[in-house]
């Protein structure tokens, strides 16, 4: 019977040494609870209402701008590809772009060229680009001044008229030229 007694009273020992660290740490962590929820209202308490105001309105003005930039089109990229893919024996009189509310942009457009090689050139450096897609040449009649008159009907690739900002001057080769002074490129 001593040893079954003995094994109870280290239980019992035991049973309430656990119940009194369970009681003590249950004391500290009401207490950090207590010190944590005192700096959480003093941190609170410091927002100052309208910083927080113009934050949100500063992160909504951004947001916008960046969906107008996103849906912005630019019609440069479409002229430079154009001034590089048409021949210089071919002029546009007229150009239309028109897009749809799908987003698709069209684009009508009536021109003049040289000779009908001039227009059939055209027509290959259209298709070899892509950008300019399903290019219909109509209308091909011979001008009374000596060139070939036509129609033009085509669809854009979006990223062609997708806007994209530019490079900062100090990144491109532009930045290397002398204020004054122009550059221009010459196409075949």
């Known amino acids: 019977m ?3 007694a003995m094994i109870a009273y280290g239980m019992l020992v035991f049973s309430v040494l656990g119940a009194v660290g369970v009681f003590l ?5 009401s207490s950090q609870l207590a010190s944590q929820d ?7 308490s410091s927002i100052d209402a309208t910083t927080v105001a113009d934050f949100v309105r500063l992160q909504n003005r ?5 969906q107008l930039l996103d849906n912005h089109i ?4 479409f ?3 154009l001034e590089n893919i048409l ?3 071919v002029q546009l009189t ?3 772009v028109a897009i749809d509310d799908t987003g698709t942009a069209n684009v009508t457009a009536t021109g003049v060229a040289k000779t009908f090689n001039a227009l059939a050139a055209a027509s290959n450096a259209f298709a070899a680009d892509g950008r300019i897609k399903d290019a219909i040449f109509s209308n091909i009649q011979v001008a009374q001044a000596g060139g070939v008159s036509f129609a033009l009907t085509a669809s854009l690739d979006p990223s062609l008229i997708a806007y994209t900002p530019s490079a900062p001057v100090g990144a491109s080769a532009a930045a290397n030229i002398p204020v004054g002074t122009t550059t221009a490129s010459t196409t075949p």
């Open 87 to 89: 021949p210089s024996s």
């Open 74 to 77: 630019a019609l440069s990229g």
């Open 38 to 44: 005192a700096a959480l209202a003093k941190a609170h």
């Open 79 to 81: 002229f430079t590809a």
């Open 2 to 4: 001593g040893l079954i």
């Open 25 to 29: 740490y249950g004391r500290v962590l």
């Open 62 to 66: 951004l947001s916008s701008g960046k």
């Open 94 to 96: 007229s150009l239309t």
